[in-house]
């Protein structure tokens, strides 16, 4: 979306070198998951690590989601901090016993005795033509489950700087990577150290009579719809949620106490999805300074996604689409 | 001694499986301990004080022996599973700790009144059991295993389940994973033959849980999980090769001589024959009668050590009753770390 520029990196890089960095400041940092060593994962996240940190660091896991989890939980558990990858969203499913039954528990269910600082990766998200088990979009499920944080960068600043927080947490935090942005999403990032504090959102586009609340790859298409419609005179601000859980409630809060009106948009489904909390949230704190009914644009209530491409571009938000829905706002 | 007051040297099993007359007898109080408690807690779910019973009867020389074994040999952590009252005494937990646990009150060690009984971890006895999801332990102990080796730890892993719990797919991760990386850990499976109702003839084509260890890559061995003895020789060897070279499978055949838990009627699947025959097993009455026959113990003595238990698990009860439930201001503690 951008120029190569100096200090520019994509999504990817940003995420690798996240993970490069703390290996070598910290021991207790590993890594596990399909293909990880001598392939590099298969999105390249790990290229290179195998070589530098060894196997005994960066384990090739067997095909195998449940233990993935399961074996990096048991890991945290004894104090390392171990980042498991999972290769696509869409075979998280197997893990979700030891990520939301498990792990999330942890600390709950013993009163506080043990923590589980786990990193879960998990590349997710469509618009990639992956069909219907590779474009699966996980969110929901795990925003759903109190114990564990839920991040989902859209530039690689963020990427970076939220993975790092994320490894030095002592909680489970599962860390969405859309695809889609890995190459096509490059940015600025310093060279000098930084963390993104997690629970933190970002307001990536300053305005006033409405905000647009959104995370990930379609973050991307809500900067571009919101200087699209700037040309018609509509100021929109542009909030990137960064962290889905815990919500900043406050930066929410702020926003729409000053524009009044409020268009949520995921790819994930409507129903269910985190704009129905956010939504239900707007309503309860900030009804008052409400000024129109809040919208949500989201992927409609089909399982995610088509393989074809008239019925995946059928499915995802894009620009225009947040162009209507923005002017219909503005209009009300 | 043999005929005539003439003297042979035979060697009494107790001495060939390495243990003192004093330690034999504190196993057999704490085991009788144990049975006195795990009868109380029976009866207390029958008085609606105590919301679930997941009695151990029949458990308590595999559990004890492997623990006892363990805790004498070098660093070792426990991932138990849910019908290990007897472990977890051995492990430090007081009938005290027990019955706060089991009435969920405050200062129940391993959740302060959050799960299931004796669920969550108590980390100063060196267990942690998250939950009683079947299986989803293992692969939990196979990477806490894993990273005690990477920290250059002796420690080795006791992982504990059922028969039941060998069918679920995380089981055989766990094992897979485990013989990949010569983790050093111990699967302990206390095989009773049933999950819940199922017999084990529904669960699996083979007579023997301890069978699969050899396509995972390492040994598997099976013993009398009612003989005390046979249970913390087989361990201590068990022991000594996951540290060395790697996992072992024990699977120790014992009986369940109880329902499920305390909300299962087992008449509906189990004749009452099976059953009649089951107790000829209890590890409890042969410990006992072993002690007994070899002069060890005397009837005295042995109704002192019941009448002991008794009196504890009496003391234990009142303190438990008049205990207090956790404060419903703690119900938003410890979701995050």
Not at chain 1, 184 to 196: A, H, I, K, N
Not at chain 1, 262 to 282: K, R
Not at chain 2, 104 to 120: E, T, W
């Amino acid at each position: 979306m951008h120029e190569r520029a100096m200090g520019e990196k994509s999504v990817i890089e940003a995420i690798r070198d996240a993970m490069r960095e703390e290996m070598r400041r910290d021991e207790r940092v590993v890594v596990l998951g399909e293909d990880v060593g001598a392939r590099g994962g298969v999105f390249l996240a790990t290229q290179g690590f195998v070589e530098e940190f060894g196997e005994g660091r960066v384990i090739d896991t067997p095909l195998a989601e449940a233990s993935i989890a399961g074996i990096a939980l048991g890991a945290a558990l004894k104090g390392l901090r171990p980042i498991a990858e999972i290769q696509f969203a869409d075979f998280a499913w197997p893990a979700f016993n030891q990520l939301l039954g498990e792990a999330a528990r942890a600390c709950y269910g013993s009163n506080g005795q043990v923590r589980v600082p786990l990193v879960v990766r998990i590349p997710y998200g469509g618009g990639i033509r992956g069909g219907l088990y590779h474009s699966q979009n996980v969110e929901a499920y795990f925003f759903h489950t109190p114990g564990v944080k839920v991040v989902a960068p859209a530039t690689p600043y963020d990427a970076k700087g939220l993975l790092k927080a994320a490894i030095r947490d002592d909680n489970p935090v599962i860390f969405l990577e859309h695809k889609k942005t890995y190459r096509l999403v490059r940015g600025y990032v310093p060279d000098e150290e930084y963390v993104v504090p997690i629970g933190k959102a970002d307001v990536k586009h300053r305005g006033s009579q409405i905000t647009l609340v959104s995370y990930g790859l379609v973050l991307h298409y809500c900067l571009q719809a919101a200087r699209t419609v700037a040309q018609d005179g509509i100021s929109v601000e542009v909030v990137d949620l960064r962290t889905l859980r815990p919500l900043d409630r406050e930066t929410l809060f702020d926003s729409v106490r000053k524009t009044g009106k409020v268009l949520i948009v995921h790819e994930d489904n409507l129903t269910g999805g985190v704009g129905a909390e956010i939504a239900a949230l707007l309503a309860e704190e900030v009804f008052e300074y409400l000024d129109a009914p809040i919208l949500r644009l989201c992927g409609p209530d089909v399982p995610t996604m088509p393989f074809a491409p008239t019925l995946e571009d059928a499915y995802m938000p894009t620009t225009e689409k947040i162009v209507g829905a923005l002017r219909r706002l503005a209009a009300y | 001694m043999g005929p005539e007051g003439a003297e042979i040297a035979i060697t009494r099993r107790h001495e060939t499986a390495g243990i003192s007359v004093e330690e034999v007898l504190a196993l057999y109080t704490q085991m009788v301990l144990v049975r006195i408690l795990d009868e109380r807690i029976l009866v207390l779910n029958r008085q609606g004080k105590v919301p679930i019973g997941i009695s151990c009867q029949g458990h308590e020389a595999a559990q004890m022996g492997s623990a006892w074994a363990a805790l004498r040999n070098g660093p070792c952590f426990f991932f138990p599973y849910y019908r290990d009252l007897a472990l977890k005494i051995t492990a430090g937990v007081s009938a005290r700790e027990a019955l706060l646990s089991f009435m969920g009150k405050a200062g129940d060690p391993f959740s302060n009144g959050r799960q299931f009984p004796l669920q969550g971890a108590d980390l100063r006895r060196g267990i942690i059991q998250l939950s009683n999801v079947v299986a989803a332990g293992l692969p939990q102990a196979v990477g806490y295993a894993w990273a005690c080796r990477y920290l250059g730890e002796e420690t080795v892993v006791l992982a504990y389940f059922g028969d039941g719990a060998s069918s679920e797919g995380e089981c055989h991760e766990a094992m897979n994973f485990a013989g990949i990386h010569r983790v050093p850990i111990v699967f302990f499976c206390e095989n009773n033959r049933y999950a819940i109702s199922v017999p084990q003839r529904k669960q699996m084509a083979i007579e023997n849980v301890a069978e699969r260890a050899a396509a995972y890559g390492f040994p598997g061995v099976v013993v009398d999980g009612t003989d005390l003895f046979e249970v913390i020789e087989v361990t201590r060897r068990a022991i000594a090769h996951a540290r060395t070279q790697g996992p072992i499978l024990i699977e120790a055949k014992v009986e369940r001589l109880s329902p499920h838990t305390t909300d299962d009627d087992d008449r509906r699947y189990r004749s009452r024959e099976e059953l009649e025959q089951a107790r000829h097993r209890d590890p409890v009455r042969r410990l006992q009668q072993y002690l007994l026959q070899e002069g060890i113990l005397t009837p005295e003595q042995d109704r002192a050590i019941w009448e002991g238990a008794r009196q504890e698990v009496e003391e234990a009860t009142r303190y438990a009753e008049a205990s207090p439930y956790p404060e419903a201001s703690t119900l938003l503690e410890h979701i995050y770390a």
